[in-house]
């Protein structure tokens, strides 16, 4: 009896990286740079390294019909910097980003596709203690095949930009019909943007150094229709 099987993709990669960062003056702070086209730069005479490690693995599980993927990254870097008028500092800054990809291939009309992603940083200073940023986002998309020549999509993206204040997220509903005949050039697609009507998107990054507020103003809710003819 000969079965199909099919053994789990992994794939690690590792790098490590020494240098002298590159140094520019800002004020009475040092900051580590990587434009050096413009003057007041200077190399710093003490060691930096950085340390990543990436790891992946893919599966495809038959009785399922289904497709996993797990992603991981991993880094820590040790790097100086000096902030108003402290002593050259020390610092390490830890990162790790995990995924988790699923995607259904099922002999029916409807399918699936998830992706989840959840991302940690650290950041780690002499005399000032440990700064953490954590992040989670979810993206599903529903796929249903109405026939031969139509189909439609639904997308939901779940961003939870700090896991320590977790009201503060944010979802976001997107849709789409396409009606492509067979053996024609041309089809129509009717799309739908922000149905849930998001006004706004905040995000907070903190580091040794900075704290930055990232916010963008979104376009209100909105239905277009959308016609494509291939020449």
Known sequence: MVQNIILPLLSIIVGYFYSKWLYKRNGNSFFEETDCSLPGFFYLNEKNDNLNLNLSTEKFISKLSTTVKLSSTISKSNYKNIVNTSDLRNNTSNNISNELAIKTA???????????????????????????????????????????????????????????????DYLFLDFSIIYKPKDKKYEFNLIGKNLLNNSIFSQIQTSDFSRNTLQNNLISRYIFVNFTYNL
């Open 106 to 168: 099922f002999d029916t009309k409807i399918n699936f596709e998830n992706q989840s992603n959840y991302i940690y940083s650290s950041n780690q200073s002499e005399n000032i203690g440990t700064i953490n940023n954590k992040m989670f986002t979810n993206a599903l998309k529903i796929k249903y095949k109405h026939s031969s020549s139509i189909f439609s999509v639904i997308t939901g993206d779940y961003f939870i930009p700090n896991t320590n204040n977790p009201n503060n």
